[in-house]
């Protein structure tokens, strides 16, 4: 009776520094996102930088801005339609990734290219640990 009450503690033990884990990283990647896309708002010459911080959705904003394609929200909003039309049942859900992902994708580089840094990057973004680089790249290097 006592091994088991040991184990449960120790599990949750476990489960409790996994957590913690995960929020200190998610707080370490909010953090270094903010000041990246307040950089890259700034080197755009946008007029609000502070946009970043917003949590969620400051990066998309300043992506938004930065690409200066202002018709592109009615795609977003096309994606998130067509994840409710229910006949389509999962295969709404893949068409909705799609189109996001390539909204993704054609922002950032639209957002490269106004940071003078080659488009294609935004392709690379695709590799999560290569977004960080190049994100930390377009908003603090000098060139």
């Known amino acids: 009776m006592v091994g088991e009450e040991l184990i449960g503690a120790g599990i949750l033990a476990i489960l409790m520094g996994m957590i913690g884990f995960v929020l200190i990283i998610s707080a370490l990647f909010y953090v270094y996102t903010s000041l990246a896309f307040m950089a890259i ?17 400051g990066p998309l904003i300043i992506a938004f801005q930065a690409s200066g394609m202002h018709w592109w929200p009615w795609l ?13 049942g999962w295969l709404a859900y893949i068409i909705a990734m799609i189109i996001f992902g390539v909204y993704a994708i ?14 294609w990057w935004a392709i690379l973004c695709i590799i999560s640990p290569l977004n960080l680089i190049f994100w930390g790249i377009a908003a603090w290097s000098k060139k």
Not at 41 to 56: E, H, Q, R, Y
Request: proline residues 9%; positive net charge; without cysteine.
């Open 41 to 57: 708002a700034k080197k755009a010459k946008l007029d609000s930088p502070g946009l970043a911080w917003i949590p969620g959705v």
């Open 76 to 88: 977003l909003l096309l994606s998130i339609l067509i994840m409710w039309i229910p006949i389509l």
């Open 106 to 119: 054609i922002w950032q580089w639209k957002m490269f290219e106004a940071v003078n840094k080659p488009g």
